[in-house]
């Protein structure tokens, strides 16, 4: 047994309970724990935790981040998750949930700084980190035992401490062989967690999981994997891999891989996030096409700066929408050229949006996306549409004085007419 005090980061070859150096309680303990090298880090309830650390009246109360009452949650703290509030929830489910939550507008540009926070301490470690979204990421610390004098849990164990102490967040660390049991690792130890979790004992922790435990198996496939018999993860060890191909194609492969525990996924520093979007909720359900226009241009604003802040851009534009019964709708085209540009994504959304706008049917939700994502390297040439060169030196130059000056200092006519609209 080898044990590992996650607060001194004293590592002993024997099983305790108490720290023998610095007699604390925060050990965890496991046969392989000095041999593995592939983690999955999550901070906990990330954007409620920095606002409970910038605002500490917060800290006892159950928090929702999110939009209005006609909104939904961004995501919530613990306490609030106790009374069964949960992510994409529309609100006035969860305030009936917890009517004691306050809830408080998401505040990115305060989030994607600690992330960056974070993800500087990670790239310290090891330079295979691999980012799943801004709170999470994968990294492979093999052969970093030299480098840093530590094992590799014990260097997540002091990347733990360092996050908590500098960024004011704490992270939930799971620690295996491959990406799919560290990640399934660090869902079981939450929050402020590190769990263990080794391929030779995979098979047996996974068995008596229902099929949904599995990461990536959604409600509607765990209710349709229950209708084909496999309610449990081991229902589907024990399946023939040519069934479960013949079920459900690429995906039974998947499956049976994931069941025994199997991933051959490298950590990648290159497999970045596949798509930057926003969204709204409207006050009220709307047909009104000039109102859903105006959220458009916004979202597309805030779609391009966030696409701008991480060095990508996209070829293809993702209209979302969702009617007032709750029915998604979802229109995608590909560009000619890839963009960053807000000027782009609505000219592209726009036309998208009148058609789906064009009868009666009223929608509670707008979102606007870009997919297919590269990095930036300078703005695309559209021979079809020859202006968008001049229209891109005209954002470009119209981000600059927002960065110095604020985001009132430039605005199009169209924002400008919405700001009055919204003074009014």
């Known amino acids: 047994m080898v044990s590992l005090c996650r607060d001194c980061l004293a590592v002993k070859t024997e099983d305790f309970d108490r720290c023998p150096v610095c007699f604390n ?36 109360k159950p928090l929702i981040v999110g939009g209005g009452t006609r909104g939904v949650v961004t995501t919530c703290c613990y ?84 996050v908590e102490k500098q960024v004011g967040v704490t992270v939930s660390i799971g620690l295996s062989s491959n990406k799919f049991l560290a990640k399934t690792a660090s869902e079981l130890d939450k929050p402020r967690g590190f769990a263990v979790l080794a391929p030779e004992e995979a098979e047996a922790f996974l068995a008596d999981k229902p099929a949904g435990f599995l990461h990536g198996v959604g409600p509607k496939f765990a209710d349709s994997l229950a209708k084909d018999g496999f309610h449990t993860v081991g229902d589907i060890q024990h399946a023939g891999l040519k069934d479960l191909i013949r079920r459900y194609g690429e995906t039974g492969e998947w499956l049976k891989r994931c069941a025994h525990g199997r991933d051959t996924r490298p950590v990648s520093p290159h497999d970045d996030r596949k798509s930057v979007s926003s969204e709204t909720t409207f006050s009220e359900d709307t047909a009104d096409l000039a109102l859903m226009e105006d959220h458009l241009w916004r979202l597309s604003v805030k779609t391009a700066d966030r696409a701008k802040a991480e060095g990508v851009v996209g070829v293809v534009v993702t209209l979302k929408l969702k009617t007032s019964d709750f029915r998604p709708v979802t229109r995608r085209i590909s560009l000619h050229a890839p963009t960053q540009l807000a000027q782009e994504v609505f000219r592209t959304a726009r036309p998208l949006l009148a058609k789906e706008a064009a009868g009666r049917v009223k929608y509670r939700l707008i979102g606007v996306g870009l997919s297919g994502l590269s990095p930036y390297h300078s703005d695309g040439v559209d021979l079809i549409d020859p202006k968008v060169a001049k229209r891109a030196a005209a954002e470009r130059a119209s981000d600059k004085a927002r960065a110095k000056f604020g985001s009132g200092a430039v605005m199009t006519g169209r924002a400008a007419r919405m700001a009055k609209k919204d003074e009014g």
Do not use: W
Request: charged share 25%.
């Open 79 to 162: 306490q609030a998750r106790l009374y069964g509030v949960r992510s994409a929830m529309p609100m006035f489910r969860a305030l009936k949930l917890c009517p004691d939550a306050v809830v408080v507008p998401p505040n990115f540009s305060k989030y994607h700084e600690a992330g960056r926070a974070i993800r500087a301490r990670m790239d310290a470690l090891t330079p295979l980190v691999q980012p799943v979204s801004i709170d999470e990421a994968y990294l492979d610390l093999s052969g970093t035992e030299r480098l840093h004098g530590l094992p590799p849990a014990a260097s997540l164990a002091r990347l733990a401490l360092e």
């Open 25 to 60: 309680l925060r050990v965890v303990r496991h046969p392989a724990l000095a041999i593995l090298s592939i983690a999955h880090v999550d901070c906990d309830a990330f954007y409620a935790a920095v606002e409970k650390r910038d605002n500490p009246e917060l800290r006892d």
